[in-house]
């Protein structure tokens, strides 16, 4: 999920090492690290890594007593989470506060659109996958386009076939795997109007979370950093009743806490 730079600004991201192997020791040593390096820490977890690794990284936080680790795991394919996690280390060099700045990450959520290209969905259980596109699954040569993200949507690969996609300006980026195709950049790209396109490596996670190795991946989303500044910094900020750290949202990032019930937004009923 550590994605190259995107300008000589993004901050490196710091890749943890085998958290459901190494042991506990190293594990509270590493994030204590970090913590003294920077003050505070956003882990970013694909639903997709091990359950060995997310009880890990709940048993570190918790024997740390630390309010400065932010963990976050959206319900995103693993390219459109590295994504992200880099748009996260380009605005990490400008000046918002750790807790705006983790929490900036669920609003950054909303303006990528995630999928993929594949080559069976008999093992997708990520999006709703109908007993007709099962059964057109085990049909050689079969091919889906599938976007998990923002709306589930499953297409069979026939002519005209097509997701929906952003209605604001995107560049897109891909990573290959076991399946031959150009319509993702042939057809895709251009019927989705992205600005840009970019190759990176099929991150580990990705044939876990799409239940094939058969598939080509893509993510669209905002590469401009001054817009995404400009996205983040035009939400109110709260400061968080039990911690006193900044946010955005309705609930603190870092040590959970949500606002009173007098303070929460009255709701129709």
Same mark, same amino acid.
Not at 135 to 145: H, N, T
């Given at each position: 999920?550590?994605?190259?730079?995107?300008?000589?600004? %993004?901050?490196?991201?710091?890749?943890?090492?085998?958290?459901?192997?190494? #042991?506990?020791?190293?594990?509270?040593?590493?994030?204590?690290?970090? /913590?003294?390096?920077?003050?505070?820490?956003?882990?970013?977890?694909?639903?997709?890594?091990? +359950?060995?690794?997310?009880?890990?990284? +709940?048993?570190?936080? #918790?024997?740390?007593?630390?309010?400065?680790?932010?963990?976050?795991?959206?319900?995103?394919?693993?390219?459109?989470?590295?994504?992200?996690?880099?748009?996260? +280390?380009?605005?990490?060099?400008?000046?918002? =506060?750790? !807790?705006?700045?983790?929490?900036?990450?669920?609003?950054?959520?909303?303006?990528?659109?995630?999928?993929?290209?594949?080559? =069976?969905?008999?093992?997708?259980?990520?999006?709703?996958?109908?007993?007709?596109?099962?059964?057109?699954?085990?049909?050689?040569? #079969?091919?889906? !386009?599938?976007?998990?993200?923002?709306?589930?949507?499953?297409?069979?690969?026939?002519?005209?076939?097509?997701?929906?996609?952003?209605?604001?300006?995107?560049?897109?980026?891909?990573?290959?795997?076991?399946?031959? =195709?150009?319509?993702?950049?042939?057809?895709?790209?251009?019927?989705?109007?992205?600005?840009?396109?970019?190759?990176?490596?099929?991150?580990?996670?990705?044939? %876990?979370?799409?239940?094939?190795?058969?598939? /080509?991946?893509?993510?669209?989303?905002?590469?401009?950093?001054?817009?995404?500044?400009?996205?983040? %910094?035009?939400?109110?900020?709260? =400061?968080?009743?039990?911690? !006193?750290?900044?946010?955005?949202?309705? +609930?603190?990032?870092?040590? #959970?806490? %949500?606002?009173?019930?007098?303070?929460?937004?009255?709701?129709?009923?």
């Amino acid at each position: 999920m550590a994605l190259p730079a995107q300008d000589e600004r %993004t901050v490196p991201a710091v890749v943890l090492g085998d958290l459901g192997q190494e #042991s506990l020791d190293l594990s509270l040593a590493d994030l204590q690290t970090l /913590i003294d390096q920077h003050g505070h820490v956003v882990v970013v977890c694909s639903q997709a890594a091990p +359950r060995a690794v997310v009880q890990r990284l +709940r048993t570190v936080r #918790s024997l740390l007593e630390s309010d400065r680790i932010a963990l976050f795991s959206p319900e995103l394919p693993p390219l459109g989470l590295a994504v992200l996690a880099r748009q996260l +280390r380009q605005l990490a060099s400008c000046d918002l =506060s750790p !807790g705006v700045l983790a929490s900036a990450g669920r609003l950054l959520t909303h303006y990528i659109h995630a999928g993929a290209l594949l080559g =069976s969905v008999a093992k997708l259980d990520r999006i709703p996958v109908d007993l007709k596109s099962h059964a057109k699954s085990w049909v050689p040569g #079969s091919q889906f !386009g599938v976007l998990a993200h923002p709306a589930p949507q499953l297409v069979r690969m026939v002519p005209g076939a097509m997701l929906a996609g952003p209605e604001f300006g995107t560049s897109m980026l891909v990573a290959k795997g076991q399946l031959q =195709s150009d319509w993702v950049t042939g057809t895709l790209a251009p019927s989705w109007r992205a600005q840009g396109l970019r190759e990176a490596a099929l991150p580990a996670e990705s044939a %876990t979370w799409w239940g094939t190795s058969k598939l /080509i991946e893509f993510c669209a989303y905002l590469p401009d950093l001054s817009v995404l500044y400009q996205l983040v %910094t035009s939400v109110r900020q709260n =400061s968080c009743h039990w911690c !006193g750290i900044d946010v955005i949202g309705d +609930r603190c990032v870092f040590c #959970s806490a %949500t606002p009173p019930a007098h303070e929460q937004p009255a709701r129709a009923g």
